[in-house]
C-alpha cells in the first residue's frame, strides 16, 4: 500500500504539480488499502478493486456536488453512511472494504466547494487504487485464503466414516470400533462452526455457492448428532438383532457423504440423491412392515425416527453440495421450501438478503443506522464550528465507532491516549523541519509503513499515533504547515471520537449482546408456535400454519456473529451457540415434516391425535418459559413427558401410512422435548469454581466461549 500511495503520490504532487490530484491518490492507496480489508483469490481481489473504483467515483462525485453547503454535506452524509454500511449484508469480502469506501465521500464533502477540480478528483482515485490493485498482484501477493469447502469436504470424509462402521454394527457385520471415529466425526462437525474460521473464510455471501456451504455444514452437524442418536436409541446389536433395512440407509448415508467429500475437492462428480432415496423407501416399508406385524418396539421406532432425520439431512446435503460445485439447477418441483436459492437468480439472491434485514431487529440496519448518524453528526459539527481540517473528525468516528457503547469507551480512551504520543512526535518534527518539505519527502514513505502495520500490529493506540503521523506529514507538502497541524489532528480525533461515543450510547448502546438475548427469545417463542402448528398439520387439525421461524433464525445466526465479535465480559456466559443449534433444528426438520406430509388428513386414531396436540402443547409451554427465562439464567421447571397410548395392532394394519406419520410427529416431539432439556442446560452458568478452573486450564480470561 505504501508503494502505490507514495508513487501515485510523488508523481503527481512533484512531478506532475497537481496537489489535488494527489491527494486523492493518496488517500485512495490508504482507503482501501488502510482502512479496508479485501480478502480471496488474487482474481477476486482485483475484482472488488475494479468494483471499489466504480463505487467510489460516484460517491467522490456526490460529495464534491454537495459541499456546496453543510446541510446538503449533512444530508448526503446521513445517505450514504447508511447506504454503503447496509451493503455489509453482502457478506465478509463486501463488509471488508465498506470503511474505505465511505472515505471517498467524507473527504470531498468538506469546503472548499470546487465541482471544477473534479477530473482532477476522479484521476486521483483511479490512479491510486490502480496502483494498488498492480501492486496487490505483484509485490508480495497475499496468498487465497482457504477454500471454506475443504473444511466442509473434510468433515464430510470423516462423518461418512463413522457412517459406515455405524451401518456394519447395526447389521451385526462388525464388533464395535466405531467410538473413535464417533470422537472424529464430532470433532469434525465441530469444526465447521462459523466462530472456528477466520472471518475471510466465511460463507456468508448471498450467492448460491456460500448458502449452499452453510447449508452443507449444517446438515454435516445434523447428521452427526442423529446418528449418535440413533447410535444410542438402539436396542441391541448382538445375537438375533439384525436391522438391514436400517443398516443399509445408513449405508447409503455414508456413500453421499463420501461422494459430496469427492466433489467438494473435485476428485469426483456431483453426488447423486439416487441410492438415499431408493434406500431411504426400503426403509420406510420395513417400518410400515414392522407396523402391521407388531414387530417394532418403543425404542426401535425411536431408532427408526432418528435413521430417517440422518437420511433427510443427507438429502438436503446432496443437494447443497450439487449447487456448491456449480451442477445443474434441478427442477425448482424437486426442490425442498427451505433450499429455494438453488434455482433463484442473482437478483433475486440479493433482494432476498437485503429485504430480510429491513427490520430493527437485525443487526445490519442496526450498525448502519448507527454509523449514518454518527458521521451525520460529526459532519454536522465540523461545518457548524469550522473546524480546520473537518474530514478528520469523520474519520475518528468512522475508525473508533463500535457497536456497542462499552466497546466504544474503551476504544476512545486508547485512541486519544496514542493520537496525543503521535501529536507531541508530530509537533517536534514539524517545528524542527520547518517548511523543509523535502524532509517530509524523504520521511513519509517510511513512517507510512510503520505507522500504519503499528494498528494491527499493537492495537488502535499505536495506530492512532503512526497514522497522525502520517497525515501530518502528508499535509506538510500540500499546503503550509507548522506545529499546530498536529494539536489539529489531536483535537479532531478527540471530537470525532465523543460523537461516536454519544451516538453509540443513544443508538442500540449494548449492541449485539442484548439483540442476542431478544433474538433468541424470539426464536424459541416462534419455535414453540411452529411446534404447534406442524402437529396441527400432521394430526390433519386445521389448515397449515405459517410461522416467522425460518427468518428469525436467519437473523439469529448474524446476532450471534456480531456477539462474537464484540468485547466479552468477565464471568460465566450463556453458550448461545447451543440455542442457535436448537433453533436451527427445529426450523429444518419442521419444513421437512410440511413437505413430506403437506396436505395431512385426520388419522384414524381421534384419541391419538388429540394426545400429540396435547403434547405439541406441552412442548411449546416448555419452550416458551426457556424464551422467557433467556437473559436470567433460569431454567426449565421440568421436561415435557412425551407419551402416547399404543394403537391396537389390528387398527395398525388398517392404516400403516397414518400409523407412520404419527409415529414421525411423536418423533419430532420427542426431539423437541430432549433438546428442551439442552436449552435449559445452555442458559445455565457453570459454578465459578468450574469457570475459574476452566479459564487458568485454558490460559485465558475467566468467560472465554
Not at 35 to 43: F, I, K, W
Not at 264 to 276: E, T, V, Y
Amino acid at each position: 500500500m505504501t508503494v502505490a500511495a507514495c508513487v501515485a503520490f510523488y508523481t503527481c504532487r512533484y512531478l506532475v504539480d497537481d496537489p489535488t490530484t494527489a491527494v486523492y491518490a493518496l488517500f485512495a492507496a490508504v482507503a482501501l488499502g488502510g482502512l479496508s480489508e479485501v480478502t480471496g483469490s488474487p482474481g477476486e481481489r482485483t475484482r472488488i478493486y475494479a468494483g471499489s473504483l466504480v463505487v467510489a467515483g460516484v460517491l467522490v462525485t456526490l460529495g464534491t456536488l454537495l459541499a456546496v453547503s453543510t446541510w446538503t454535506a449533512v444530508l448526503g452524509m446521513l445517505a450514504v453512511g447508511f447506504l454503503v454500511a447496509y451493503a455489509g449484508v453482502g457478506g465478509p469480502r463486501v463488509a471488508g472494504v465498506l470503511n474505505g469506501l465511505q472515505l471517498f465521500y467524507v473527504l470531498p464533502c468538506f469546503p472548499p466547494y470546487a465541482p471544477d477540480t473534479l477530473d482532477q478528483r476522479l484521476l486521483g482515485i483511479g490512479l491510486g487504487i490502480t496502483l494498488l490493485a498492480v501492486a496487490d498482484r505483484v509485490l508480495w501477493p497475499a496468498p487465497a485464503p482457504a477454500d471454506p469447502a475443504v473444511r466442509v469436504a473434510d468433515a464430510a470424509g470423516r462423518v461418512a466414516a463413522y457412517a459406515r462402521v455405524l451401518g456394519r454394527e447395526l447389521q451385526n457385520r462388525g464388533k464395535g470400533g466405531s467410538s473413535a471415529l464417533r470422537t472424529a466425526a464430532a470433532d469434525a462437525a465441530d469444526s465447521l462452526r462459523l466462530s472456528t474460521l477466520p472471518t475471510a473464510e466465511r460463507p456468508l455471501g448471498p450467492g448460491v455457492r456460500d448458502r449452499c456451504l452453510i447449508r452443507a455444514a449444517a446438515a454435516i452437524r445434523v447428521i452427526s448428532g442423529r446418528l449418535d442418536a440413533l447410535a444410542g436409541a438402539w436396542p441391541s446389536r448382538g445375537g438375533h438383532s439384525t436391522h438391514p433395512a436400517t443398516a443399509h440407509l445408513v449405508d447409503a448415508v455414508g456413500g453421499a457423504l463420501t461422494e459430496a467429500r469427492e466433489a467438494l475437492l473435485g476428485a469426483g462428480p456431483p453426488p447423486s440423491s439416487d441410492r438415499l432415496e431408493a434406500a431411504l423407501a426400503a426403509h420406510r416399508e420395513r417400518r410400515r412392515q414392522q407396523l402391521l406385524d407388531g414387530t417394532a418396539q418403543p425404542p426401535a421406532l425411536r431408532a427408526g425416527v432418528s435413521a430417517v432425520a440422518v437420511a433427510e439431512a443427507a438429502h438436503s446435503l446432496v443437494l447443497t453440495v450439487r449447487g456448491a460445485v456449480g451442477a445443474p439447477a434441478p427442477d425448482p418441483a424437486d426442490v425442498p421450501e427451505d433450499l429455494w436459492f438453488l434455482t433463484a437468480s442473482t437478483g433475486r439472491l440479493w433482494c432476498r438478503r437485503l429485504c430480510m434485514h429491513l427490520t430493527p431487529r437485525s443487526v445490519y440496519l442496526q450498525n448502519a443506522v448507527r454509523l449514518a448518524l454518527g458521521l451525520a453528526v460529526a459532519r454536522t459539527v465540523a461545518g457548524v464550528l469550522d473546524l480546520a481540517h473537518g474530514f478528520w473528525v469523520l474519520l475518528a468516528t468512522l475508525s473508533l465507532m463500535r457497536t456497542s457503547a462499552v466497546a466504544g469507551r474503551s476504544v476512545l480512551v486508547r485512541a486519544v491516549a496514542g493520537t496525543a504520543v503521535g501529536a507531541l512526535v508530530t509537533g517536534a518534527v514539524l517545528f524542527l523541519a520547518g517548511e523543509d518539505v523535502v524532509v517530509y519527502a524523504w520521511v513519509l514513505p517510511a513512517l507510512m509503513v510503520v505507522g500504519l502495520a503499528a494498528g494491527p500490529l499493537f492495537g488502535v493506540a499505536a495506530g492512532q499515533a503512526g497514522f497522525t503521523a502520517v497525515v501530518a506529514l502528508l499535509f506538510a507538502q500540500v499546503g503550509p504547515a507548522n506545529w499546530r497541524l498536529a494539536e489539529v489532528r489531536l483535537e479532531d480525533v478527540l471530537v470525532g471520537g465523543l460523537v461516536g461515543i454519544l451516538i453509540g450510547a443513544a443508538v442500540w448502546p449494548r449492541g449485539g449482546s442484548a439483540e442476542l438475548t431478544r433474538a433468541a427469545g424470539e426464536s424459541l417463542r416462534a419455535g414453540a408456535a411452529e411446534a404447534v402448528a406442524v402437529v396441527d398439520q400432521l394430526t390433519g387439525a386445521g389448515p397449515t400454519q405459517r410461522t416467522p421461524l425460518g427468518r428469525l433464525s436467519a437473523l439469529l445466526d448474524h446476532t450471534y456473529a456480531q456477539y462474537r465479535s464484540e468485547p466479552t465480559r468477565p464471568g460465566p456466559r450463556v453458550d448461545w451457540l447451543a440455542v442457535l443449534g436448537v433453533v436451527h433444528r427445529i426450523d429444518n426438520y419442521s419444513r421437512t415434516l410440511r413437505s413430506r406430509y403437506p396436505a395431512a388428513t385426520p388419522p384414524p386414531w381421534p384419541h391419538l391425535a388429540a394426545q400429540l396436540r396435547t403434547m405439541a402443547a406441552d412442548v411449546a409451554a416448555g419452550y416458551r418459559e426457556v424464551a422467557a427465562a433467556v437473559g436470567v439464567s433460569r431454567v426449565p421447571t421440568a421436561r415435557p413427558a412425551v407419551r402416547v397410548d399404543p394403537v391396537p395392532r389390528d387398527q395398525l394394519a388398517a392404516a400403516p401410512d397414518d400409523a407412520l406419520r404419527m409415529l414421525d410427529t411423536w418423533g419430532w416431539l420427542l426431539t423437541m422435548a430432549d433438546d428442551l432439556a439442552g436449552v435449559g442446560r445452555a442458559l445455565t452458568p457453570p459454578p465459578a469454581a468450574a469457570v475459574k478452573s476452566g479459564a487458568r486450564q485454558n490460559g485465558t480470561k475467566t468467560g472465554r466461549g
